[in-house]
């Protein structure tokens, strides 16, 4: 780090990360991270263990070596040069100690050799005294640049008890220690001793052999790496011919099915065809029947109307005739129409179980090359794809969907400052009632709405203060109902009942340190209760606890450019890269794995994807705002469908910026610069 550099960063250099406040006599762990002495005093009580330090940064133990105090660990000179230089900063407006009669004062000297501050009167008498005629002395508003950089490069000093003004001159190559002149005739009398500066470039120099033999570990490294990426990309085309070749195979047996069910139509239809016509002429014989029958009674009626009894008795055999005629008719039998019914096919149905599946893929496994030596003539491991009794690693991803299509069946939202008015929403979350809450970035504030879009409640204003915003972004809830909140521009997230009432927050801008932040973007919760931040400005995701402690984190060294929100589902981390234009997948120990996507405008290509979820049908939906689109993928990266265009109206975009699910499966839509919340069902 260059010196402008460090002078423009230097608070942050001298700040305990403990207290948060300037360092007051900085110890340094094992691990390298330094903090107060009573700050290590405050952690080791805590802990109530003796002899050992946990360290608050990293989480690692250490053992304590003499007296088991915090007080023994080595002091780091390196913050304590920075102090100085942090006072000889600020002198003009903080007043400075002198180290002989600890008066304050603003005309304060430096003494180069002592390492220390001297008021007006105290220097004319160091600089009296004849063991101090060749220190250099300088008043410190008379500090140059070239002399900042000669107190950073001041000496380290013995810190045993009478030896504190010894400059550390030698090393005990018995102990591995730098010592003193005094402990050299003292401490360490007959011990193997070398020059403090040969035993430093000695070890620089095995130092740089070793990061020399790292560095070529790397190349190699990176060459497994691209091996990977060519063998994922070799799989990937495999998986692409297996998936052709089963497809097809399935449309030949969907081909042969469906010759078949015509067949059977066919046969039905002739059957049902002759059986029809043979009910029609039966049919239209019943019905002459019955215009006879009906016939013969009309006349017998008129007769017997128009006759004399006489008459009647002379027509006797007449009616008889008639009568004896029509009754004599035979009923057509309705019984000898077929009944049709279905009989299946047992072989099909034991077939269509797919206890054996539709086939068999074979997964052939080389030998690792550690294995391979003494082995040959085996066969190589191999594992079939719907063998039961095979044992083999299945894909993470299960989801297994249809096409579908959405329709806009609810807007609301409106650009303004009023309560239930928006402007630019952002991130947006739903929460076990189905409330939906909404950051709107330039109204610096999150509004809470029902899920017919009725206003609720809102909360925030701009600020920097404990519940105050400056352009929140990312939102979610967690298991509580809280609200957590990314404040972008004040490099923080904050916690917030379901109400809106402040509880915690974590965070504050910087690079240098886990903890901090540099513009937070979107963020998440997952199962356990952890939160998800996409450090957008530092090129990380960090995971904190529930409560705000810094957990771990990933990306960096190229594997993230520009993070804009991660979510975690099942074993693995999905983050939105926007300079990156992709969708990248990492394992739960942040090692990156695949990504899918590109710029562009077509399936699968993005153009801004910016934030993430999973609908309820376990695909995943990325709203790609440039495009003014969502798409929807399966977790293995293949595209499935999109919604959405360019526009104002009903169902249409001006940069979808967040998505969320309700509980009855209908997705939420921020549509940040049309200043609305879209809500999409299936069709």
Not at 397 to 426: H, Y
Request: glycine share 6%; with cysteine; proline share 2%.
């Amino acid at each position: 780090m260059d010196l402008k550099t460090l002078l423009n960063n230097l608070h942050d250099e001298v700040s305990c990360s403990v207290c948060m406040c300037t360092f007051t006599d900085p110890k340094q762990l094992p691990c390298l991270h330094s903090f107060c002495l009573h700050c290590l005093n405050g952690i080791q009580r805590t802990s109530g263990v003796h002899g050992k330090i946990t360290c608050p940064e990293c989480r690692r133990q250490f053992q304590i070596s003499g007296s088991g105090n915090p007080s023994e660990l080595p002091t780091n000179f390196r913050i304590n040069s920075l102090l100085d230089v942090l006072a000889i900063k600020e002198c003009s407006t903080v007043n400075v100690k002198c180290r002989n009669c600890e008066k304050r004062s603003s005309q304060t000297s430096y003494c180069f050799l002592c390492c220390s501050f001297w008021c007006e009167e105290c220097i004319v008498g160091h600089n009296i005294m004849r063991e101090n005629k060749d220190h250099r002395t300088l008043a410190l508003k008379d500090f140059q640049d070239e002399d900042i950089k000669a107190v950073l490069e001041r000496p380290a000093f013995c810190q045993k008890k009478h030896h504190e003004n010894k400059e550390l001159e030698l090393f005990c190559k018995d102990c591995k220690v730098a010592i003193c002149s005094a402990c050299a005739m003292t401490l360490h009398d007959n011990h193997v001793k070398m020059l403090l500066q040969e035993a430093t470039d000695a070890r620089k120099t095995q130092i740089k052999s070793i990061i020399k033999s790292l560095k070529d570990k790397v190349l190699e490294k990176q060459k497994e790496v691209e091996q990977f990426n060519q063998k994922s990309i070799e799989l990937q085309s495999q998986v692409a011919d297996i998936k052709s070749q089963v497809q097809s195979f399935v449309d030949q047996i969907i081909a042969i099915i469906e010759a078949r069910k015509q067949d059977v139509f066919e046969v039905t239809d002739d059957q049902a065809k002759k059986s029809l016509e043979s009910l029609s002429h039966k049919k239209d014989e019943v019905n002459k029947q019955v215009k006879l029958i009906e016939s013969a009674i009309e006349q017998t009626e008129t007769l017997l109307k128009r006759s004399f009894s006489t008459e009647i008795l002379g027509f006797n055999e007449t009616f008889d005739s008639i009568l004896q005629e029509q009754s004599t008719q035979e009923n057509r039998d309705t019984e000898c129409i077929p009944r049709f019914s279905f009989t299946k096919s047992e072989k099909l149905i034991n077939l269509s179980s797919m206890s054996e599946g539709i086939g068999n893929v074979e997964f052939v496994f080389s030998e690792p090359k550690a294995q391979q030596l003494g082995t040959k003539g085996k066969e190589s491991n191999k594992v079939v794809a719907g063998d039961k009794g095979a044992n083999f690693c299945e894909s993470p991803f299960k989801a297994q969907v249809k096409t579908r299509r959405f329709r806009s069946v609810l807007s609301f939202g409106q650009k303004g400052k009023s309560v239930g008015m928006l402007s630019l929403p952002w991130g947006v979350a739903v929460n076990d009632r189905d409330e939906i809450a909404v950051t709107e970035y330039l109204n610096y504030r999150v509004s809470v709405f029902s899920s017919d879009g009725t206003h609720l409640r809102s909360f925030g204003s701009y600020g920097k203060n404990n519940g105050e915003f400056y352009c929140p972004t990312g939102i979610a809830f967690d298991s509580h109902g809280n609200i957590v909140v990314a404040d972008s521009l004040n490099h923080r997230v904050q916690v917030f009942d379901r109400n809106g009432n402040f509880l915690s927050k974590f965070g504050k801008q910087g690079s240098r340190r886990d903890n901090q932040l540099q513009y937070p973007e979107g963020l998440s919760i997952n199962s356990n209760g952890d939160i998800i931040v996409a450090d957008k400005g530092n090129k990380l995701v960090k995971i904190f606890s529930c409560s705000g402690g810094y957990l771990r984190k990933f990306g960096g060294a190229g594997s993230l450019l520009e993070p804009y929100h991660c979510i975690q589902h099942g074993q693995y981390f999905i983050v939105s890269e926007g300079s990156d234009y992709s969708i990248k997948m990492f394992n739960l120990e942040g090692k990156f794995i695949s990504k899918f996507g590109k710029q562009g405008n077509n399936d699968g290509e993005f153009n801004q994807p910016r934030y993430l979820s999973v609908n309820k049908e376990g695909l995943l939906m990325v709203c790609d705002a440039g495009n003014h689109r969502v798409q929807l993928f399966e977790l293995s990266g293949k595209f499935v469908t999109k919604f959405g265009i360019k526009g104002s109206e009903r169902g249409e975009f001006n940069f979808p910026r967040c998505t969320a699910n309700l509980s009855d499966g209908r997705i939420v839509v921020c549509d940040k610069n049309n200043n609305r919340i879209q809500v999409f069902d299936r069709i």
